[in-house]
């Protein structure tokens, strides 16, 4: 007689077996790892699934030797048997009558792989039932490869690896390709139990676990005895420190700003990113960002501690970012995306719009002091004058009375500006600030060519790499392809021509006018060991901190044709910028530094290029010549960034003169005790300081210099250019 049990058994057997669809090969998804990787293939930070640290591998890239082990180790059978093993589950059966928990559990590798992936580990026996009677059917349906390749991939080894290759890792540093057949064995025998047979453990009963394995390698004819004897019981790596999803220092910023461009793209899925082992390649050049990182570093040796600073590299001809330093805390804030006032640095935009409607180069303005509409008056940098001079020397000199006027001529005025700005890349909004540059009447004030308003780097970066372009431009982006772990492309970067925002001739004249500028903010040109001198054009730019006498912002922007470097320095609360001797920042101090180092590195090794020769705007044609002032000899020491001095090996040493001011109420500081109210001054405007709710500096939400949404018009923080940006633009 057959005993009942058996024929119910085996008709529930059949039930399961006819009623599972076993996937096919490559269809069951598991969490692995995403890497990122820079331009080259070299990885910068990786996405860790919760599920551990695993990157899937093909069968035929681990060495035969490392299957034979896993083999030896967890099924001796594999090869032979059907999914199960008669003997195996007579053994465990055994051991649970006898308490014998050395008998094992019974469970081939097609069963560990089905309850890892399929049934989960629930200890019950209708769990086990089901697990045996998919196994047997995926050993039918599935090759022996297939099933070792997934299990390979699939199964902890402990250290936080999931996987084969995330255990070479994590065990080794090497990859799968390398291991030895001892390194093989090792891992190989950890499986059994990944908490007690690691050697940083227990190394006593890794080895007896290492030789269980190699001796089963032995008696499977995987290995000869003299091979055997001849194995030595490998040494593993410590355990490294970080084995999850943390990315610090720089990376950890540019991994963020890679994340937030996947999700604006929406070509990639959390699943994808959680089980497709996903090669993200970015744009970034390990040149050009081992350039930005060791210049933003290094100049602030021996600075004072609470100094930041911030770079962004673009490629103007496609808009990809080939270096971005936000800083070093890969978890903390990222001053390349803050709102900062940017001084004279965007003078250049009303030079843009100028050009734009045919005021050229040779356009000669008065220096002296200007009377803007609402009573203000707008002074340049210690008094500095050209007398009447045209705008290629006045943007040399960064004359802020010259710019203002110029602005005043333009057909709408601080539109104009604000318009060129946005075209040029200046994005719309960012943060809580949904619209750039404007009050909240919707237009801007005239601060916006000394720099009034918060922008971020990164725009200044692209803005100037539009005019580095000859006025076409390119949205900046990090991610150039996307592919899974066999292969599969998500996405790739389609290559546009950019769009052209102004005519050549506008962009290649701006270009003109800020070639000597590098050279003229304390000898900042660049210049290769190999090639000799490479043409730049550059602006700096600072931003004061109200009438206290400090700067608090401090730029240089600036380009060759092959790259757009942008670079900043500041403090995390929008303080006083001072330097290790206690005096001021300025752009053409610590930034122009910066930029210099970091540009020279970057392109170490590129050839020289040329701008192009500038068309004529108004019958000029780039530079115009002009004689030099004969009214006006600079005092020693004048501190404007552009102008002749003598500085301290960091920068200059000088008070700023009192400028104008704004509070509270609306009532402006014209000088000591002369006090101008202008009705609803006060209240007005987005710009200001760096802080703001997610726009500032700091990182608190309301840190920075006027903060906020609601802070003043900013006006009182313009600073004068690289000297002291200049005095308050007018209001209304």
Not at 307 to 313: K, N, Q
Not at 534 to 548: E, H, I, N, Y
């Amino acid at each position: 007689m057959i005993p009942v049990a058996l024929i119910i058994g085996v008709v529930a057997f059949l039930g399961v077996y006819v009623g599972t669809d076993v996937p096919a090969p490559g269809d069951i998804k598991q969490a692995q790892v995403s890497t990122i990787v820079n331009s080259k293939g070299r990885t910068i930070a990786r996405i860790v699934p919760e599920e551990g640290n695993r990157t899937d591998v093909k069968i035929s890239d681990v060495p035969v030797w490392v299957q034979d082990a896993v083999i030896a180790a967890e099924d001796r059978e594999f090869r032979t048997n059907s999914g199960f093993s008669i003997r195996g589950l007579t053994r465990a059966v055994r051991g649970k009558l006898t308490n014998n928990d050395s008998a094992g559990g019974g469970s081939t590798i097609t069963q560990q792989y089905v309850k890892n992936a399929l049934v989960g580990d629930e200890v019950s026996y209708k769990r086990k039932f089901k697990e045996i009677a998919i196994a047997t059917k995926m050993s039918n349906e599935w090759s022996k490869d297939d099933i070792l390749a997934a299990y390979l991939n699939t199964i902890y080894f402990g250290r936080g690896a999931y996987g084969i290759s995330a255990a070479s890792q994590a065990y080794f540093r090497k990859p799968v390709q390398k291991l030895t057949p001892s390194e093989g064995a090792l891992i190989a025998g950890i499986i059994r139990s990944p908490s007690l047979l690691d050697p940083a453990v227990n190394e006593e009963s890794a080895k007896i676990r290492w030789n269980y394995v190699l001796d089963g390698m032995v008696s499977n004819g995987a290995m000869s005895p003299s091979d055997r004897a001849a194995q030595k019981f490998p040494k593993t790596k410590t355990q490294p420190k970080n084995n999850g999803d943390t990315t610090s220092g720089p990376s950890g910023l540019v991994k963020r700003q890679v994340m937030d461009e996947l999700t604006r793209l929406g070509v990639v899925t959390e699943d994808d990113l959680r089980t497709e082992g996903l090669k993200i390649t970015t744009t970034i050049d390990p040149q050009v960002q081992t350039a930005l990182v060791k210049a933003a570093n290094g100049k602030l040796e021996g600075e004072p501690k609470n100094l930041r600073d911030a770079a962004v590299s673009i490629d103007p001809k496609t808009g990809a970012v080939r270096g971005y330093f936000g800083g070093n805390d890969g978890q903390g804030w990222d001053y390349s995306q803050a709102g900062l006032q940017t001084g004279s640095s965007f003078k250049v935009f009303a030079l843009v719009a100028a050009l734009e409607q045919g005021i050229p180069l040779s356009q000669t303005y008065d220096s002296s002091p200007y009377n803007a509409p609402g009573g203000l008056t707008v002074n340049n940098s210690d008094g500095e004058s050209c007398g009447t001079c045209n705008l290629a020397t006045a943007m040399k000199m960064s004359l802020n009375t010259v710019y203002y006027r110029l602005m005043m001529d333009l057909k709408n005025g601080a539109e104009d500006v604000a318009d060129a700005a946005h075209k040029a890349g200046v994005v719309e909004s960012f943060g809580t600030i949904e619209h750039t540059l404007q009050e909240k009447n919707g237009k801007p004030e005239g601060g916006v060519v000394l720099g009034q308003y918060p922008s971020r780097v990164i725009d200044m970066a692209s803005a100037y790499a539009t005019l580095a372009a000859s006025g076409v431009y390119h949205e900046p982006y990090f991610v150039q392809k996307v592919e899974t772990s066999d292969g599969v492309v998500l996405y790739e970067h389609k290559q546009d021509k950019g769009k052209r925002v102004f005519p050549a001739k506008v962009a290649d004249n701006v270009t003109a006018a800020l070639e000597p500028i590098a050279g003229y903010s304390n000898g900042n040109s660049l210049y290769d060991p190999n090639l000799g001198a490479r043409k730049s054009a550059a602006k700096t730019g600072t931003a004061q901190l109200g009438d206290t006498g400090n700067n608090k912002d401090a730029w240089m922007v600036g380009y060759t044709p092959q790259l757009s470097t942008a670079v900043w320095v500041g403090t995390d609360k929008g303080t006083a910028l001072l330097n290790y001797g206690g005096a001021n920042v300025y752009g053409s101090g610590l930034p122009a530094q910066i930029w210099k180092a970091a540009m020279d590195a970057a392109l170490d090794g590129e050839p020289l290029e040329d701008f192009p020769e500038p068309d004529a705007v108004g019958g000029q044609a780039g530079v115009p010549y002009e004689p030099p002032p004969t009214t006006y000899t600079p005092p020693a020491d004048t501190g404007n960034d552009n102008s002749p001095r003598t500085t301290s090996p960091r920068g200059p040493t000088r008070n700023r003169p009192q400028i104008p001011t704004i509070d509270e109420d609306g009532g402006i500081t014209l000088a000591p005790g002369v006090t101008l109210t202008v009705p609803g001054a006060g209240d007005s405007g987005n710009g200001g300081g760096a802080g703001g709710d997610d726009s500032g500096t700091g990182a608190d939400n309301n840190t920075g210099n006027t903060g906020g949404d609601d802070s003043g018009t900013g006006g009182n923080n313009t600073g004068g250019d690289d000297g002291g940006e200049a005095n308050n633009p007018p209001f209304g």
